[in-house]
């Protein structure tokens, strides 16, 4: 059974920074790739940032993209997201995500697995 456990939300003011941490029973160096979604209330899952182990550098979503970085710690098993110049749209429950299998649709619940979430609350 593939475990995630989501950390280190909580809320900030505007143009604060946070990091997420993603602890996991996988080895994360293994799969073909693992990201970061979130999802507002009300709202679909939104795309955050991707690690494929194929490449180098993670990818990110226009959104976010230059405010956000995803990072791999091997040593320590470890996924985080620092996230700066965080902003009210930022808000949301933040998910990391693995893939079944070797499509990488970290947001969809038939191909991918996540933990409980993160809440981060941006306030203006």
């Known amino acids: 059974q593939v475990y995630l456990a989501e950390s280190g939300g909580g809320s900030v003011q505007a143009g604060g920074s946070l990091k997420l941490s993603c602890a996991t029973s996988v080895t994360i160096s293994q799969p073909y790739c693992m990201g970061w979604f979130r999802q507002a209330p009300g709202k679909g899952r939104d795309f955050v940032a991707v690690?494929?182990?194929?490449?180098?550098?993670?990818r990110y979503a226009d959104s976010v993209k230059g405010r956000v970085r995803l990072d791999q710690d091997y040593d320590k098993n470890l996924m985080t997201l620092q996230m700066n110049d965080l902003q009210p749209e930022d808000t949301a429950m933040y998910y990391c995500?693995?893939?079944?299998?070797?499509?990488?649709?970290?947001?969809?619940?038939?191909?991918?697995?996540w933990g409980q979430g993160t809440q981060v609350t941006v306030s203006s």
């Open positions: 690690k494929y182990q194929n490449e180098d550098e993670p």
């Open positions: 995500s693995v893939p079944k299998g070797r499509i990488c649709r970290i947001t969809n619940p038939q191909e991918a697995t």
